[in-house]
């Protein structure tokens, strides 16, 4: 904490801090990607094509997988890994119901039924000791999400899966760049699912997502897949979609995946200087990394509120101008579409208490410490209020 506190917030009262700052980074980088993206509307190649199949081959050697295929969302790159195994009406598919809702989302699109798992409380990734009780013999697919941006225990995960020969489709829709035990994940399991909405710490300018995989057979059936199942072109032996990647999408990330170290660094400073600045505060628990967790990439700082004040310093942080939000307040097994999966209060618990108590504050690249400074303050005096 900054020793004049009182100080600090009198200078910085009106000093607005978003929880997440775009235009900062494409103003930094503007000059790199406008002129590409001229030239590629000069060329009016907009689907799929050269820039697509870059940025695949990239984005894969990047994550330490053999092959990438680019769809159009993170939530696409989740189905189509479904649709890929063939997972449908009667499979079910281990999760979390600590997540965004996607990850839940494409397995009941399938006609699959999802089957949750709680948390582990330190890390908010799926709790593995708990997974094998919920195995049936109807179970045909895992999907572990590296919440945050850290790593799930993949060693443990790929060791049950292997186990009951399940197939393993990691979320990693916040954790490009993160590793378990100095392995990138995505890499993994047979399917690893990316995005790059602009949130993300490797963004685009709209939906963007990719599938990676290292068995060949199934990189190519997900591109067949990902083009109305067509291969040759108007014939149709499977039933896919339009998940087709843009190609103006694919050169945004082209142009940015050079910078994305140089940011995934920043968060991780930025991390380090919050828990400097929590240090010692009574009532926050600060995040924890893992031991396999050996690359952190932060996509989001997200402390827990454990005096039940959570609500009052979500509201008082936006009331004086700093962004904040809760990922995730309401867990999927109590979201009403879910229902009829039959889940209930008090199912899992520690889902239910994250939802409760945590809180995600700004942790951008380009954060400053006076805003850091001014996050911290601002936090602290509405704990003791």
Not at 321 to 326: W, Y
Request: hydrophobic residues 45%.
């Amino acid at each position: 904490m900054p020793t004049n506190s009182v100080s600090l917030r009198t200078k910085t009262t009106m000093m607005q801090i978003p929880l997440l700052d775009l235009k900062q980074q494409f103003e930094a980088i503007q000059d790199e990607i406008m002129p590409s993206l001229a030239k590629l509307c000069a060329s009016q190649q907009f689907i799929l094509g050269p820039k697509v199949e870059e940025v695949e081959r990239r984005i894969a050697e990047y994550c330490q997988a053999a092959y990438g295929c680019g769809v159009t969302s993170g939530s696409d790159a989740l189905l189509v890994s479904l649709m890929a195994e063939q997972i449908g009406a009667g499979d079910e598919v281990i999760t979390s119901p600590y997540t965004f809702f996607a990850t839940a989302g494409a397995i009941c699109r399938t006609g699959a039924k999802p089957v949750f798992v709680d948390i582990d409380p330190v890390t908010y990734n799926i709790d593995v000791t708990q997974i094998e009780a919920a195995i049936t013999p109807k179970t045909r697919a895992i999907i572990p999400v590296h919440l945050y941006g850290q790593a799930a225990d993949m060693d443990a995960i790929l060791a049950i899966a292997q186990k009951h020969g399940l197939v393993v489709v990691e979320d990693a829709c916040q954790a490009i760049g993160a590793e378990c035990r100095g392995r990138r994940v995505g890499a993994l399991g047979e399917y690893g699912c990316l995005s790059f909405f602009p949130s993300k710490n490797l963004g685009c300018f709209g939906d963007g997502g990719m599938v990676l995989a290292n068995d060949e057979k199934r990189a190519a059936r997900l591109k067949i897949l990902r083009n109305h199942g067509m291969a040759p072109q108007y014939h149709h032996h499977l039933i896919g979609s339009n998940f087709r990647l843009d190609a103006l999408q694919a050169e945004v990330l082209l142009k940015k995946l050079p910078h994305l170290d140089d940011w995934t660094a920043a968060r991780q400073k930025n991390a380090a200087d919050y828990d400097r600045l929590f240090a010692g505060v009574d009532g926050i628990a600060l995040p924890v990394e893992a031991a396999w967790s050996t690359r952190h990439v932060r996509n989001q700082y997200v402390i827990r509120i454990v005096n039940g004040r959570r609500d009052v310093i979500w509201e008082g942080l936006k009331a004086v101008g700093i962004g904040c939000a809760v990922y995730y307040p309401v867990p999927l097994h109590l979201q009403e579409c879910f229902t009829s999966l039959g889940y209930g209060p008090g199912d899992f618990p520690e889902s239910e208490r994250a939802a409760l108590e945590t809180l995600a504050l700004p942790i951008f690249p380009e954060l400053t410490m006076e805003q850091k400074e001014r996050v911290a303050a601002e936090v602290i005096r509405l704990l003791k209020a």
